[in-house]
């Protein structure tokens, strides 16, 4: 551990102590006291390199901030950011966390499957767009997340710790700190984080597999990615679960998270995501398909992809939590089209 936690490690307060910075009315932000040791490991380092490490909920700028801001005290004094330490120093903080100014909160929609303390569980419906940017600086899931819960403007990315692309549904797991922020960050990088999607494809599979090929920006079209050997590790397990006569619904399991990674992975083995506009290719329909299908294959403007299942270790309670989402009404209707075209022979 990079510090030994003397009293409960973050307090938010709702008044500032003598000779604190007290913010202007109607703050954004809230304070936040630390107490801490730190211990014999960080002896040697810098002091916000060292800060860093003991609280790593925090970025080291924002730590640079509270430090030359005269917020933190080392042994009732005060240190440079590049001052060393020993190691065994006693660190006070009382500082005020302040809030993120650029994205504002937005009162829409959403659909909340779990909330406590710490997390909330998002069910993403399609064309909802996760962070602002450009062309989309505004009703985006993260203004949405600020006008459900304000005190998420503290929060990095107002607690988003994934992302789902604009036309892909399902859950999406918010943190509610910054600590269970950083928790589930690490445990995301580490691959503790269970994330199974359903997919429509177009084509018929045998089976199901592994496509363990590295996926980078592409080269000339740079609003699509592709498989490229100087990529980064990507790696999606997928399953089939049920077959049509020129079609299959798989289960995808990601251990990697690159951008537009099973979308990808799916077109790369010739089995694209039915109406993927980047990677889906024509429109294809098997021959004599029943009118019902031609409708919802012709009428299904987004990717058929759903994150239906997260799995996790709570990042306060440690306990193992996992949630379903259903199908979206488009998806429903695609599959009962589908099924009433019949199987493969």
């Known amino acids: 551990m990079a510090s030994r936690r003397v009293n409960p490690p973050s307090i938010a307060n709702s008044a500032a102590s003598p000779g604190a910075r007290v913010p202007t009315a109607d703050p954004a932000g809230e304070f936040r006291t630390h107490l801490l040791e730190l211990t014999a490991d960080l002896g040697g380092l810098?002091?916000?390199?060292?800060?860093?490490?003991?609280?790593?909920?925090?970025?080291?700028?924002?730590?640079q901030g509270w430090i030359e801001a005269g917020e933190v005290e080392v042994d009732g004094r005060k240190l440079r950011a590049k001052d060393k330490v020993l190691g065994g120093e006693r660190v006070r903080i009382h500082a005020w966390l302040e809030a993120d100014p650029q994205v504002k909160p937005e009162t829409l929609p959403l659909e909340v499957l779990f909330k406590d303390r710490a997390l909330f569980v998002i069910n993403k419906p399609a064309g909802l767009v996760v962070h602002p940017g450009a062309g989309n600086a505004r009703h985006t899931l993260q203004n949405a997340l600020l006008g459900l819960d304000p005190k998420l403007a503290v929060v990095p990315r107002a607690g988003i710790v994934h992302r789902l692309d604009k036309d892909t549904s399902g859950l999406l797991v918010v943190a509610r700190t910054p600590e269970s922020h950083t928790a589930l960050v690490a445990a995301l990088a580490q691959r503790e984080i269970s994330r199974h999607y359903l997919?429509?494809?177009?084509?018929?599979?045998t089976a199901g597999g592994t496509v363990d090929e590295p996926i980078g920006r592409h080269r000339s079209l740079r609003t699509r990615?592709?498989?490229?050997?100087?990529g980064k590790p990507a790696v999606t397990h997928y399953r089939v679960l049920q077959r049509f006569r020129g079609h299959t619904l798989v289960r995808?399991?990601?251990e990697t998270g690159r951008t537009h990674q099973i979308r990808v992975h799916l077109a790369q083995i010739g089995f694209p995501v039915v109406g993927d506009?980047?990677?889906?290719?024509?429109?294809r329909l098997p021959a004599g398909s029943t009118p019902g299908l031609v409708a919802e294959l012709n009428g299904f403007r987004r990717q058929a992809l759903h994150a239906?299942?997260?799995?996790?270790?709570?990042?306060?309670t440690?306990?193992?939590?996992?949630?379903?989402?259903p199908l979206p009404e488009d998806m429903t209707r695609l599959l009962a089209a589908l099924e009433a075209d019949g199987r493969p022979s």
């Open 46 to 63: 810098r002091f916000d390199q060292a800060l860093a490490r003991a609280l790593p909920q925090y970025s080291r700028a924002r730590l």
């Open 199 to 205: 997919a429509v494809c177009t084509g018929v599979m």
């Open 225 to 230: 990615m592709a498989v490229r050997a100087d």
């Open 252 to 254: 995808a399991e990601l």
């Open 277 to 283: 506009p980047l990677y889906g290719g024509r429109r």
């Open 308 to 316: 239906a299942h997260l799995a996790l270790e709570h990042p306060t």
């Open 318 to 325: 440690g306990r193992a939590v996992e949630w379903e989402a």
